[in-house]
């Protein structure tokens, strides 16, 4: 499965769109992009995924790009609870194929 | 609430202690996996189990051992652990193996070895 990059955090102001970036420039036709968050000592939460076509979600929007190699999570109105690590997954096999990296730490301001 | 329930949440165990984690899921998922989270590391994926056969251990010494009854519940049993084998170990379910569907988590067991 593809290896997935993402920065290692970020913050973002209450109410507003949270848009968080990941590139999978190695990733195959046949592998899926995988979003999930973790709230703190929680277990992850899925969010959304897609394979190439713009998916949204009551949670999320997920943008990939033409080419496939990046894709962007949009949470479009940031609450604090949305306060957690977000990790970006490519994979071919769905659930049991997820190799979480470090994900990005969203910080949410009031 | 995901409909994965794991029990214990907090578990504290000497070297020498036998005990089991269990996780129960009744959203008539047939795959179910253990995750083992360590301080400041990634989810390590460490057993796959697909309608009750387990189909994945990646590499994961004997003195964790798995079992799974049927498709809802699933254990991990614990033997002469180590202090680094302290994490959280969460438990997940997707519909089924080898499909392009999420995987839902439980809220994990915080385990610590002393």
């Known amino acids: 499965d593809a290896k997935t990059t993402q920065p290692p955090s970020m913050d973002c102001a209450e109410g507003r769109a949270a848009n968080l970036p990941c590139n999978h420039s190695?990733?195959?036709?046949?592998?899926?992009v995988y979003w999930y968050r973790q709230i703190h000592s929680q277990g992850p939460q899925y969010i959304i995924h897609g394979l190439k076509n713009n998916e949204t979600n009551e949670m999320a929007s997920l943008i990939i790009t033409e080419d496939r190699k990046s894709s962007t999570l949009i949470l479009p109105h940031a609450t604090l609870r949305d306060t957690a690590v977000y990790y970006c997954?490519?994979?071919?096999?769905?659930?049991?194929?997820?190799?979480f990296g470090q994900g990005t730490r969203l910080t949410i301001n009031p | 609430e995901t409909g994965v329930t794991q029990t214990p949440r907090h578990l504290v165990m000497g070297m020498t202690n036998k005990k089991s984690l269990k996780c129960e899921q009744h959203?008539?998922?047939?795959?179910m996996y253990w995750y083992k989270q360590s301080a400041k590391k990634p989810l390590e994926l460490m057993f796959v189990y697909n309608f009750k056969e387990q189909t994945e251990n990646n590499s994961v010494p004997s003195r964790f051992s798995p079992e799974c009854p049927n498709s809802s519940h699933l254990f991990l049993h614990l033997h002469t652990l180590q202090p680094e084998d302290s994490a959280l170990y969460l438990c997940?379910?997707?519909?089924?193996?080898?499909?392009?569907?999420?995987?839902?988590f439980g809220q994990g067991t915080r385990l610590t070895v002393v």
């Open positions: 997940a379910s997707s519909q089924e193996y080898r499909m392009n569907t999420e995987a839902f």
């Open positions: 959203l008539g998922h047939n795959a």
């Open positions: 190695t990733i195959s036709g046949n592998e899926y």
């Open positions: 997954i490519a994979s071919t096999s769905g659930a049991q194929k997820l190799v």
